[in-house]
């Protein structure tokens, strides 16, 4: 199993109480920490406004973090989980992801969705199309990203995106371009979309969640004549670790509490519906019992989220000691 590893970039809360000014040497010493160890990679949000709902506080540009993170890094991977195909012209899209390709030495991942945060699609002046309107634009955006990146220009009279001989130079260093993840689990059109391009999938990490997903990225696979084994099956989760299950409960407890003044307790207690019982959540033995199972399911790349990363680092010092040498 390979590891990636989330920034704290403040999409959700998780720069709180750190002044502006400091943010950026709090996400540049957090990569630089993973950067020397371990893992495999390193993930930031595709997000303008903070969850679970709009606030004031920071929430950190991706792409421009994709940028800063590939001239300070020289070892992991880079990749945003999503890109939000909507907010920036794909053609455009190549260009700046094929730039930060070259600075970071052949480093980066596209991860790349539909987009669904209403809020800031409609506060940016996007409006907010119809399910079928934003996956039709990422199937469209994709062709265009694969153009660029092999052949150096995209042409493409789509219903959405029209491109007439976009010149995208120097091409990623990446051979073949940057490896494309299709996030998102929806059965008819996502999966679909993920089974004729994809290197890598992201969807529901959790063990019948994956099975299901699984076998409908399987059937797509073969309607469309692509080699389901070669498409690798990643999933996000969000850990909560500790050496006992008190010790788990007072992470939990610390998230609630640092979040409560700026959403209020009723949204800040509902954000632990994505911890509790979920596979990252629990002793070390707990997780590596829960991860393992889905590694054999045929999830083999796992990104990990820690709420308090940016405060205290006790959790992944943890996790690195027991979880990812009993699962690689």
């Known amino acids: 199993m390979r590891f990636g590893l989330f920034v704290p970039q403040g999409w959700r809360l998780d720069l709180v109480g750190i002044d502006p000014s400091e943010q950026w040497a709090v996400m540049r010493d957090f990569s630089l920490r993973a950067d020397r160890g371990s893992w495999d990679s390193l993930w930031v949000y595709d997000h303008f406004h903070t969850v679970p709902a709009p606030t004031e506080e920071a929430t950190h540009e991706a792409w ?6 590939a001239a300070v890094t020289s070892r992991v991977r880079l990749g945003q989980m999503c ?9 455009y899209l190549a260009k ?7 600075i970071s030495g052949g480093r980066v991942e596209m991860g790349i969705g539909g987009g669904w945060y209403e809020h800031e699609w409609r506060a940016y002046g996007y409006g ?6 934003r996956l039709g634009r990422l199937e469209e955006g994709v062709q265009i990203l694969r153009q660029a990146w092999i052949n150096g220009s995209a042409t493409l009279a789509g219903t959405h995106y029209q491109v007439d001989g976009a010149i995208v130079r120097p091409l990623p260093l990446q051979e073949g371009g940057i490896p494309l993840w299709i996030a998102g689990g929806g059965e008819k059109v996502t999966l679909k979309i993920a089974a004729k391009y994809a290197q890598y999938t992201n969807f529901d990490g959790t063990p019948e969640g994956f ?6 990225l399987r059937r797509h696979c073969e309607d469309v004549g692509t080699d389901f084994d070669a498409i690798v099956r990643s999933a996000n989760y969000n850990v909560a670790i500790g050496t006992t299950e008190a010790e788990v409960e007072q992470r939990l407890a610390t998230l609630v509490e640092r979040v409560t003044p700026y959403v209020g307790a009723e949204a800040a207690e509902g954000t632990l519906g994505a ?9 070390p033995d707990q997780i ?11 999830m083999t790349y796992g990104i990990f989220y820690f709420p308090e990363a940016a405060y205290d680092t006790s959790g992944i010092e943890l996790f690195e000691k027991e979880v990812l040498p009993a699962l690689r």
């Open 64 to 69: 421009t973090l994709m940028s800063a993170l």
């Open 288 to 298: 590596i019992e829960k991860l393992s199972a889905l590694k054999a399911q045929g």
């Open 128 to 133: 907010f199309p119809s399910p079928g309107e």
């Open 211 to 216: 099975a299901h997903k699984s076998e409908i």
């Open 83 to 91: 890109t939000a195909v909507s907010y920036r012209n794909p053609a």
């Open 96 to 102: 700046v992801a094929a730039t930060t390709d070259l």
């Open 275 to 283: 911890f509790r019982g979920m596979p990252g959540v629990g002793t």
